[in-house]
């Protein structure tokens, strides 16, 4: 009885403490982040509730405050409303208080009333979960000492800083401060690992940041979202439901013309559109460039591919002065980043008519062809090609 009601070797509880800590990266992930903050899908009403359960077990955490300061990074994001970003606190200040900053932010009942609505109101919300997440989490202590006696609080411990450390800290800290960008996403969101294993998926943040009522965080053939297998293994067993995974571009090769569908399609896909400008006009265009180039231009134009990929969100003062050292030094990267530009400006005028849109698109083709930079004239061509997904019968 000394150990416990379960006496386990060394590894035994080391296992026991992983798969304690990855439910309730699980519960973060699907029924925190995906389901109750953004809508991406339907839980069953077993599945919810004992991810509410445990939650309150393990982190104490309260549904409709989580809901409301994570909607309202968004909406904020990279601001100084930002209820986190390391952008404007400091990475230091995220990773080592990044749960503090959401207590703080769960006090303020205007955020709560503006971001927190449709999350549970039931009995068990009111009069168990709410206001007493003290005693869920002195629950599990009790929990852990009776199941694995003394070693059960070094359990307790790690779950209890699992969260704050690499949700709170290392998701909101490092997710937009340091990795690879798929997505031209409007902050400084990263991925800060293609495999998302350890915190559920949410290493996949620029994924996430660039479709956030997207289901699924992966987005390349080689990545990984254990949380999406989580969803899709639930769905199976009639648990869980879909409602939205981010778009997937549809280019048709035998059309040649852009038309309404064609604006249509690009303005759906405009993240993914950048990303393949990035790919299929920049990088070439530079490493042309590159190749030409003294060593000094070399070097300049090697620091300017960074910002020229990652995308203007993440563009300081410096990055800013070495991108324009940079043009001014090549015609060809010039022209393809100010044709970059105006590609933009295409959603950013998405409030005006339609055939204003189509007009613009028509120009920028014509005109892109017209540049003799080969990667551009093929990029411009293939931009024709954009269709929107067929709809289900």
């Not at 549970?120 to 206001?131: F, M």
């Not at 869980?240 to 896909?269: C, Q, S, Y």
């Not at 559109?273 to 070399?298: I, M, Q």
């Not at 530009?341 to 950013?348: C, G, K, N, P």
């Amino acid at each position: 009885m000394l150990n416990g009601l379960l006496d386990l070797s060394w590894w035994g509880y080391v296992l026991v403490a992983l798969g304690l800590t990855h439910v309730t990266i699980a519960a973060v992930t699907i029924y925190l982040h995906r389901h109750q903050a953004h809508r991406a899908l339907e839980l069953h009403p077993v599945v919810s509730h004992f991810f509410r359960f445990w939650l309150w077990l393990t982190t104490g955490m309260v549904t409709k405050e989580w809901t409301a300061v994570h909607r309202k990074h968004h909406a904020r994001c990279e601001t100084e409303e930002d209820p986190h970003s390391p952008q404007i606190r400091g990475l230091r200040k995220v990773l080592l208080e990044g749960a503090e900053l959401y207590r703080i932010e769960s006090r303020n009942a205007e955020t709560l009333e503006k971001y927190g609505r449709g999350t549970p109101d039931d009995w068990l919300e009111r009069q168990v979960y709410t206001g007493r997440s003290k005693m869920g989490i002195v629950t599990m202590f009790i929990l852990n000492v009776l199941l694995f006696g003394p070693i059960g609080i070094t359990i307790w411990a790690v779950q209890m800083l699992w969260i704050p450390i690499f949700a709170a800290g290392i998701v909101n800290g490092v997710g937009h401060f340091w990795g690879y960008r798929n997505y031209e996403s409007p902050d400084a969101a990263t991925n800060i690992s293609p495999w998302g294993i350890i915190i559920g998926g949410e290493e996949l943040h620029n994924n996430h940041h660039a479709f956030p009522s997207s289901a699924k965080l992966s987005s390349k053939p080689w990545e990984f979202d254990i949380g999406w297998f989580y969803i899709r293994s639930f769905e199976i067993l009639g648990l869980a439901r879909v409602k939205k995974v981010a778009p997937e571009p549809v280019i048709n090769p035998g059309k040649h013309a852009a038309d309404m569908e064609t604006v249509k399609a690009i303005l759906v896909n405009r993240l993914h559109v950048l990303s393949h400008y990035a790919k299929d006009v920049v990088v070439p265009v530079l490493r042309e460039e590159a190749h030409k180039a003294d060593t000094g231009c070399r070097s300049l134009l090697k620091r300017a591919k960074t910002t020229l990929v990652r995308g203007d969100a993440v563009m300081d003062e410096d990055d800013k002065v070495h991108l324009q050292a940079a043009l001014s030094r090549s015609q060809a990267l010039s022209t393809v980043y100010e044709y970059k530009t105006r590609l933009q400006d295409l959603w950013q005028r998405s409030h005006t008519s339609q055939d204003s849109l189509l007009t613009h698109l028509q120009e920028w083709c014509k005109q892109a062809e017209e540049t003799g930079i080969k990667g551009l004239q093929d990029f411009a061509r293939s931009l024709k090609g954009y269709t929107l997904q067929p709809t289900a019968a």
